[in-house]
Structure formats: structure tokens, C-alpha cells
């Protein structure tokens, strides 16, 4: 029935797989990705359209020649047999190539703005197609997330630098061929036919350059793996530096010393390659971001093994610190100081209420703000913006919702146009902030209302873990337009934040009960419905909430009880996560091992002192989509499957490009 | 426990909640009623109605029903029909009367006959008075989900294209006419389409049940056994309207071997089944299927059996719903015959149809393409949204 679809909207194109570019924008052209070689198709597979190439479209566009003449002649030299050897004498290849190949690049990131490059380079580190997927939304939920800026800036140097850091690291090698094997098998034809093609177009000097790379790349491959990465830097002297290289302010910062290319290009590569959070068991970043940090965090002691990827600091002793030296830190705006403040905390909680709260902050910052003289409201404003982000990390960890948030005001940004003069800016962004919390929270709130509402009839027992600001307002709402219904609020240590939505729900005279979750497979008996709220749903329609929430959700499952979710679209993410482990907060874990009305001092003491007790506390899981009946979002009640769907349609506009 | 659970707290809602009747029931009138052994008469699906009249299944108890439904309804409802000559309602009746037009179909028909009768002299006058009789189809039977699809649908297709605006009133109408006409070719077409599409499916010397009529499986089977595709099927009972046998005698006719099944023996003959069809009344946003009583039951002994459960369905019956349960839906009533009086203060459960998960079934056809389940609710937003 396509021919009704067609003229009903903009007609759309159903991709399917694995698809880089969104849609070619007319007025910023973007080179051809294929081009680029299946070092980058290992490295960029990503599902999703949002990869960082894809989103900051290069304003120059990168000459193909170069492409055909260095990426894909040199890397597709090697004999293309499959097999590990191969592969490895190919990926030093052209590391080799690459290395020596690419000065301008380095120099590049050298100018490169210091404020953009801050904490990312040393954050990112992994080389995982997935993680760099997703770098735009990190770009957000990052510690400083400034490189979007700097990308933009970079852009043209970007498929190298994958192909970079695809080949370069030694220790990733193995990384590459894990997660590319299936996808390098299929892109050997490929490389081959491209082989044959490139090698009429490829000069004498160029052939001769590529055969030296090979023998380099030979003598490498029977050397210990150990030295790989020294020769790795070494530069290649025969390799024509002749490329119509695209710069925009380098002047060759002539880093004609190996270990020094060796270094940015590390850089780069990390810059590249971000994460969503810094792996927090890596010793000398954590030294590099506590360096740099405002707060000054004490870690914990006794740590779980399986979450030292996580940041461990003791909640509560930070704050005097804090708010002791209020008056010296002068970078952060107040507005944005009081917000981290009231997060660390926990004064603000829930994650529309620190979202919100976040996004008012900024908007007084912005509307404070002044563009220092010789310098582009665009890009300082969006430093200033990374520099608070990073700070709020420092009070909490951000929640996803802020992270989208906060990827859309910098695209908002971004987007300004240049001729605006700075107050109009300021204004325009000051509205859009308004804007977007208006629109993407509280009415969606309301739709959600409405939506939810209908699937309440009378009689019904309902169930809700915690508290939840989306599933208040349904059940007030419920209970104003007189349906009849039971509330079952089931609750958990430490927080007891369910006590709370029963205080409010039982002075409006709702029928409540209220219970700890040891209790839930008894209660569940009689429940109905299970309503729950979420701190974000991701691509594969994982719910990611408060610790909990899967327990519940299993056990409703086993009684085969719906679930509804009720989620705002701003917090559907499109990464895909599958356990509670690479993506979580840790809480303070006294708060587990403090219970009130205990004998305080003699428990402390066997707590405090034992070395092999470590206290896990939590903060969110995640829950399987098969557990989840019905999302009820903004845009209607739609199945958890179809969460990329609405990620794909709708967030596209709101916050990319 | 038992008291406070939901369902039974629903199903008394249920039971007492009025349904406004449909002025057709004075057509069926004249067959001589048997006595009525059912004590509470209430209110039929007008779209069972319609099945009933197509299959030419006349239960007693049904004619009974709608007699006395009819005595206690004065014909009262019919709102378009006295305010001016043209009728939506007869026109869609008018339609409704070829036994191989889907009723969604019909009243896709009926809409442009609104359009082509219409005098209103802007565009805006056109898109009310089109919004109106839709309206007024939806609520001639408001159980009836593929009708109520099938509208809105055709008004999104309809009314929304972009140039409108900007044409003429004329030139804009008579666009619109034509995509009007052109939606209800398509819808028209769909069977055709899905039982084309489905022939991969169907494999020589398989065994297929089915469940109940649906002309889609009909014409799937059709093709298949036009392509001299040699399979046998397994026809359910269809109690209590037995539209299972109307089935099994219309493959007869093509000579497919055909075993008819009590509604009972399903699981019983399951093992001896490889792959299982149905039709579907309406098909939800969770991907699941809303069909005739007794296709969830089949769709989770095929699940148990790992036998593949395919649903035949045209893109129209794609409904924005999205029922949590069973008891979640508009509720089809029809009459039950048991063959021996019921006894007094025995409940009988009525309902016509259930829904089916989306975990249960394997594959959609629809004029769209073979789809997984959860497509549907792609489709669905980009249609809806």
C-alpha cells in the first residue's frame, strides 16, 4: 500500500541495518563514508545513524582523491587473505601509513581549542563501535563534552583518525578483530575489487611508498607485539605529505618527532572514541580528572569488584568543602553551582526535577552571560556550558534525561545563526531552554496523563515501585475524575522514597497500601496493573530506572500482571543496554549499612574495619523488554519495540542537526 | 481473593453497560423465531451482524434477540438519514450488501460517495461534512474496529496532502476524489495482494489449520490451490456462528482435502499441523491481533507445539488500540446457542472475539508486506503521527 503513504507526510525511507548518514543536507555535502575503508566499518558499526560522522557534517568536504590515493591503495595493498596474520601485517600497515601520513592532522589537534579538550581526550579510551556511536549524546553526558565543537572543526581529519585509531593501538588490535571479524570477511571483496581499481590510478611514487609501508609493516609483524606500538609512531619519511589537506588555522606545527606524533595522535584518538563515562578503574585518568575537578571527592573504601568502572566517592563530606569555597570558584555561575549543590545533596531528586532545575540554570547563566571580547559566542558559550556540565557531574552523576537535555541546548547552539547579535542569542536560547521544558516535560506529563488514564478502569488494584512524579499525576488524576481504584505502593531501602507518594496520595484520600518490595510476590496477587516510571528507555527497549523497578517488573511478568512505563520521549536514548553493570551510579554505601535503630556504635565497628565486606549500593537496573506490556509515552502508547521508532522520527528534529 | 480481582469486578461492569443498537435489525426480522431459552437479551455487534448475514448463519436466538431488541429500541438512531437525501449510512449499506466487500471497504466507498455528493463550495466545508459522516460510520457500530480504521484512516489519507490549500476548490476536490477513490482501490486490492505475498509461505504437502472465516485466509488458499500448491487444511468449528464450515465448503469446492474440527480438538490435531492462519477483525498497536473467539487459545497451544501462527490482515484494520488484556476491549456481544436451553441464572459469556499478544504469533501478512508483529506499531506511528 505504499502508493497511500507516499503524499500522507514526507515520505520516509525505511533503513534497515547498518546505515551511517542521516540524509545528505544540501548545503553541507558530506564526503562518501563507503570511501573510507572497512577499518571504519568495523569501527563505526553502529546501527544508528547519530555516530558523530554522521551528525557533524565536515564543512569542507574531504577530496577523494586522498581517500583513494592513501586510505584505501595503502590498507588494501596488503594480500587480502583472511586470516589473522594478514590482518595484522595490514593493520600495521597502514598504522604505519597513517602515522606518518597524517602531520596536519596532528598539528591540527595541537591548535585545537584547549578548553574542548579537556577531559574528553583523557576519558575516551575504548575503541567499541557501539561507544562511539553515541559520542554525540556524550558529547553531552560527558565531563566537559566539548568535542562537538572541536569536531566540527576537525571533521575533515575525522575518517582518518578512525582509521587511525582503528590500526594504531596495539592492545586494541585484538578488540578490532573480535568485533570485526564477521564484518571484515564481508568487506574483503570489496577491498579486493577496490585494490585492482586503485592500483592503475595510484603514481610510481605512490606504489613505491606503499611497497616500503608493506616491508615496514613485515619486519613489524615479526617483531614482539610489545614493539609494535613504538614502531608503530615511527614516521615514514617515503610517504608523499602532498594531499590538498584542508585546514583551517594550521600552521605545520612541524612535529617532526616521532614520540610527539605518537602522542597526538593518541589524543585524537581518544577524542574520537568517547565513552559514556569515564572507566573509573583506570588509574592515571582518574588522576588527570581529579586534577582538573572542583569538588574534592574522597573515594570509598571497601569497592565491589564488579563495578570499579563506576565513580566511587563518599557522598556528604564534599558539601562544606563546597560551599565553603563558593566565593573562589568564579567559573561556575552560582545558578549552576546551587543546582550541583542541591544534587549533591539530593535535595533535587527525581530526574525531570534535576533536569529541570539544570535547564533553568543554564538559562540564568545564559542570560548572565557576556562573550569575552575576540571570542565566538558559539564556541565559548558551549566551553562555559561543558565547564558547568562537568561540574555536575562532579556533584552526581548525570541521568540520561539530562544528558539529552543537554545534547539539545548545545545543538540549540550550535545552530544559532551567525549573524544573530549576542542578546538576541541569548534570548533565543533562553526560549528554546523554556521551550523544551515546556514541551518535552511538562506536557508531555499531561499527554502521559491522559493516555494512562484510559487504561485505568474501575476496581482496579495498581501497583508502583518508588516514586515516580509521571505516575502521581495519573493516579491524582485517576482519582479526580472518579475512577475507583486501590493503590499498592511498594517500597525499598535506603531512600523510602515511596513514602513520600503515599503522604501525597493518601491526604487526597486515595485508598493506599503500602509495603517494602520483600513483599512484592504477595501483594502482586492482587494487582492489576503495574505503573512504573523510568530515568530513560533505551533502543532495544530496556528500561533503565531506579534499583528495583526489574524486580518488580519480573514478578508482575510471573503473574502475568501488565506493566505500563510511563517515560517522556526526552528520555529515550538510542544506545542499546543490555545489564545493570556497564551503565549505573553508585550510591553511599553507608546508607546500606546504617539501620536506623541499631545498636550503632558496636555495628560500625565490625562494619567499618572488615576488609572483606564491601557494601553495593545501587542506584539503578535495568529492565528486559519482554517484561514491559506498554510504554505510554508522549507520542501515544506504543510497545517497547518501538522505541527506535519514535527515536528515529521525532528526535531527529528536536535535537540533531 | 478471587472477589477483588479485576476481571470479575470487570465483567460485571461489562455486563450492564448499554450499547446503543444500530437501526439495521429490522432487516433481519422475518425468519419465525424459536423459543428463547436465553433470559437476557442484550444489544448484538452490529458487525456480527453483518458477518452473519454475509454467511448466511441465522442463529435462532440471535433473530430472537434482535426482535426483541428491536421492540425495545424504536428505530430512533438514525441521524443522518432524515437531514438530507444523501445518507452515509445507506450508501455504506448500499455497499455493505456485495458479501465480498470488507465492511472497512465499504464505508472507504461510502466516504467518497460523500465527497462526490457533497455541495460544500470551500475546502474546510468539505473536511467537516467528511469528518461528520465518518463519524457518523463509526458510531453505526462502534465494535467494529476495522470500520473504525478503516475511517480514520481514510481520512488521513485523504485530507492530508499539502497542496490542498493552494489549488482551487474544484481542482482540490476533485484531487482529493481521486485519492479517495484511489484508497479505496487499494483497500479494494489488499486481499489480493496478501494472498500473493503469502504463497511463499505455504509449502507443498503442508497442513494448515484455520480458524473460523475469513475471507483473506479463503483467498490466500485460493491462490495457493490455483497455483497447484497440494496442502491440506484443518477447519475449526467456529462455534457458535460455525463459520467453520462455511469455509470447509468453500474449499470443498476447490477440492483441497479439508478435515473439519470441533473448536475443542485443536491441540488434539496440533502435531499434525504446520502452520497455522488466521484473519483478523482488528490488528492493535502491540502487534496482536484482535479476532474471533478462540484464536488466542489456538495462537498458545501453536506456541506450546512451536508451530508457526501466521495472521492475514489488510493495512486498514490497523487500529490505534492497544489493549492490555482481554477484558480491555470494547466488548462484541453476540448470541450464544447451546443447542439446550440454558438454565436459569447461568451466566453465558457472549463476547465474539478475543486478542491475541503479539508474542504469540509469528508473522503478519498484510498488503504492506510480511511483517513481524512489532512493525505494526512502526507502521501505526508513521501513519498516525
Known amino acids: 500500500m505504499d502508493p497511500r503513504r507516499g503524499p500522507l507526510a514526507v515520505p520516509k525511507v525505511r533503513r534497515v541495518g547498518f546505515f551511517t548518514s542521516i540524509e545528505p543536507s544540501p548545503e553541507t555535502p558530506r564526503p562518501n563514508r563507503s570511501l573510507s575503508g572497512p577499518a571504519e566499518a568495523i569501527t563505526s558499526s553502529s546501527p544508528l545513524s547519530d555516530s558523530p560522522s554522521g551528525q557533524f557534517i565536515s564543512p569542507v568536504q574531504i577530496p577523494p582523491s586522498r581517500h583513494h590515493s592513501d586510505n584505501l591503495a595503502s590498507r588494501a595493498a596488503p594480500v587480502p587473505v583472511p586470516g589473522p596474520s594478514a590482518f595484522r601485517r595490514q593493520l600495521a600497515n597502514d598504522r604505519a601509513l597513517h602515522v606518518g601520513s597524517y602531520n596536519p592532522v596532528d598539528s591540527l589537534l595541537g591548535t585545537s581549542p584547549p578548553s574542548s579538550n579537556g577531559e574528553v581526550s583523557e576519558d575516551s579510551g575504548s575503541l567499541f563501535g557501539f561507544q562511539r556511536s553515541d559520542s554525540a549524546k556524550l558529547s553531552a553526558s560527558f565531563p566537559n563534552g566539548g568535542f562537538d565543537m572541536t569536531l566540527r572543526v576537525r571533521a575533515p581529519q575525522e575518517s582518518e583518525a578512525k582509521v587511525a585509531i582503528a590500526s594504531t593501538s596495539d592492545g586494541r588490535k585484538k578488540n578490532v578483530e573480535a568485533s570485526g571479524e564477521g564484518e571484515s570477511v564481508a568487506a574483503k571483496p570489496l577491498k579486493e575489487k577496490e585494490t585492482k581499481s586503485l592500483k592503475e590510478k595510484t603514481s610510481k611514487a605512490e606504489r613505491r611508498a606503499i611497497q616500503e609501508a608493506q616491508r615496514a609493516a613485515k619486519a613489524a609483524a615479526k617483531g614482539e607485539g610489545s614493539k609494535r606500538a613504538g614502531e608503530s609512531s615511527r614516521p615514514k619519511p617515503s610517504k608523499p605529505a602532498k594531499q590538498p589537506q584542508p585546514k583551517k588555522e594550521a600552521p605545520q606545527a612541524t612535529s617532526s618527532v616521532s614520540e610527539k606524533r605518537a602522542v597526538s595522535v593518541e589524543k585524537e584518538r581518544r577524542m574520537d572514541v568517547p565513552q559514556t563515562q569515564m572507566q573509573y578503574d583506570d588509574k592515571s585518568r582518574v588522576d588527570k580528572a581529579k586534577r582538573r575537578s572542583v569538588v574534592e571527592q574522597t573515594e570509598s573504601k571497601n569497592k565491589v569488584e564488579l563495578f570499579l568502572h563506576l565513580p566511587q566517592y563518599e557522598r556528604g563530606n564534599q558539601l562544606p568543602n563546597l560551599s565553603s569555597n563558593i566565593f573562589s570558584l568564579d567559573t561556575i555561575h552560582h545558578a549552576v553551582y546551587k543546582v550541583g549543590l542541591q544534587h549533591l545533596a539530593g535535595d533535587i531528586a527525581g530526574d525531570n526535577a534535576r533536569c529541570i532545575a539544570m535547564l533553568h540554570a543554564f538559562q540564568e547563566a545564559i542570560n548572565d552571560y557576556t562573550t569575552p571580547p575576540m571570542k565566538d559566542l558559539t564556541m565559548d558559550l558551549t566551553a562555559k556550558i561543558n565547564g558547568y556540565v562537568s561540574f555536575l557531574i562532579e556533584c552526581r552523576p548525570l541521568s540520561m534525561s539530562m544528558g539529552n537535555a543537554i545534547r539539545f541546548l548545545k545543538n540549540q547552539i550550535r545552530k544559532l545563526p551567525v549573524d544573530l547579535s549576542e542578546p538576541e542569542a541569548k534570548a533565543s536560547l533562553c526560549s528554546e531552554i523554556g521551550r523544551f521544558i515546556d514541551e518535552k516535560i511538562l506536557l508531555a506529563d499531561k499527554v502521559i496523563v491522559q493516555h494512562a488514564v484510559t487504561k485505568i478502569r474501575d476496581g482496579e488494584v495498581l501497583l508502583t515501585y518508588g516514586f515516580s512524579c509521571v505516575v502521581e499525576m495519573i493516579l491524582l488524576y485517576a482519582h479526580e475524575i472518579g475512577r475507583k481504584f486501590r493503590v499498592v505502593i511498594v517500597d525499598s531501602r535506603p531512600n523510602l522514597e515511596g513514602q513520600k507518594l503515599l503522604r501525597r496520595l493518601v491526604t487526597r484520600g486515595l485508598d493506599c497500601t503500602y509495603t517494602h518490595i520483600n513483599a512484592v510476590s504477595y501483594i502482586m496477587g492482587e494487582v492489576t496493573r503495574v505503573f512504573l516510571g523510568a530515568s530513560s528507555i533505551f533502543s532495544n527497549g530496556t528500561l533503565y530506572s531506579k534499583v528495583g523497578t526489574a524486580c518488580v517488573a519480573m514478578v508482575a511478568n510471573a503473574f502475568s500482571v501488565p506493566v505500563i512505563v510511563c517515560c517522556e520521549a526526552y528520555k529515550f536514548h538510542e544506545r542499546v543496554l543490555l545489564d545493570s553493570i556497564c551503565s549505573n551510579e553508585l550510591g553511599d554505601p553507608d546508607a546500606i549499612a546504617n539501620v536506623p535503630l541499631r545498636n550503632n556504635k558496636k555495628h560500625s565497628k565490625t562494619m567499618d574495619n572488615n576488609k572483606n565486606l564491601q557494601f553495593l549500593n545501587l542506584m539503578y537496573d535495568s529492565t528486559p523488554a519482554e517484561y514491559i506490556s506498554m510504554i505510554v509515552t508522549d507520542y501515544g502508547m506504543i510497545p517497547p519495540t518501538s522505541i527506535p521508532v519514535i527515536v528515529r522520527e521525532y528526535r531527529r528534529e528536536d535535537l540533531l542537526l | ?385
Request: some cysteine; aromatic content about 8%; charged content about 25%.
Open chain 2, 1 to 385: 481473593m478471587w472477589r477483588r480481582s479485576a476481571s470479575f469486578v470487570l465483567d460485571k461492569h461489562h455486563n450492564n453497560k448499554p450499547i446503543s443498537l444500530t437501526p439495521s435489525l429490522d432487516s433481519m426480522a422475518e425468519v419465525n423465531p424459536n423459543p428463547n431459552p436465553n433470559p437476557n437479551p442484550n444489544p448484538i455487534s452490529a458487525y456480527y451482524q453483518t458477518r452473519a448475514k454475509h454467511h448466511g448463519i441465522v442463529t435462532s436466538d440471535w433473530l430472537e434477540q434482535a426482535q426483541a431488541a428491536v421492540v425495545r429500541y424504536p428505530d430512533k438512531d438514525s441521524p443522518v438519514a432524515g437531514r438530507r437525501p444523501f445518507s452515509v449510512i445507506e450508501e455504506f449499506d448500499c455497499w455493505r450488501q456485495q458479501p465480498d466487500l470488507a465492511e472497512a471497504v465499504a464505508a472507504v466507498r461510502a466516504l467518497a460517495a460523500v465527497i462526490r455528493a457533497s455541495e460544500a463550495t470551500t475546502m474546510m466545508e468539505l473536511e467537516i461534512e467528511l469528518k461528520k459522516a465518518s463519524d457518523t460510520l463509526k458510531s453505526w457500530d462502534t465494535t467494529s474496529i476495522s470500520l473504525t480504521a478503516g475511517c480514520d484512516l481514510f481520512m488521513r489519507y485523504v485530507t492530508r496532502t499539502s497542496a490542498l490549500e493552494f489549488e482551487d476548490f474544484n481542482a482540490a476536490k476533485a484531487r482529493v476524489l481521486g485519492r479517495a477513490e484511489k484508497f479505496g482501490e487499494i483497500s479494494y486490492k489488499a486481499r489480493k495482494i496478501i494472498a500473493v505475498l503469502s504463497q511463499d509461505f505455504i509449502f507443498d504437502w503442508c497442513t494448515i489449520l484455520v480458524h473460523g472465516f475469513s475471507r483473506v485466509v479463503l483467498e490466500i488458499l485460493k491462490t495457493a490451490a490455483q497455483n497447484k500448491k497440494l496442502f491440506r487444511v484443518l477447519c475449526t468449528e467456529g462455534r457458535p456462528d460455525k463459520t467453520g464450515v462455511l469455509l470447509a465448503k468453500e474449499l470443498a469446492k476447490l477440492d483441497v482435502p479439508v478435515k473439519l474440527l470441533i473448536d475443542s480438538a485443536v491441540a488434539y490435531s496440533m502435531d499434525e499441523v504446520d502452520m497455522v492462519i488466521f484473519g483478523a477483525d482488528g490488528v492493535v498497536e502491540s502487534g496482536g491481533v484482535i479476532n474471533m473467539m478462540g484464536t488466542y487459545q489456538i495462537a498458545l497451544v501453536a506456541h506450546t507445539m512451536n508451530k508457526p501462527v501466521y495472521v492475514a490482515a489488510e493495512s486498514y484494520k490497523f487500529a490505534r488500540l492497544y489493549p492490555l488484556d482481554q477484558k480491555d476491549l470494547e466488548p462484541a456481544l453476540r448470541p450464544v446457542d447451546f443447542g439446550v436451553p440454558v438454565p436459569p441464572k447461568v451466566e453465558v459469556e457472549r463476547s465474539a472475539r478475543d486478542y491475541t499478544p503479539p508474542q504469540y504469533l509469528t508473522m503478519l501478512f498484510t498488503d504492506l508486506g510480511v511483517l513481524t508483529p512489532s512493525v505494526v506499531s512502526d507502521e501505526l506511528i508513521q501513519l498516525y503521527l
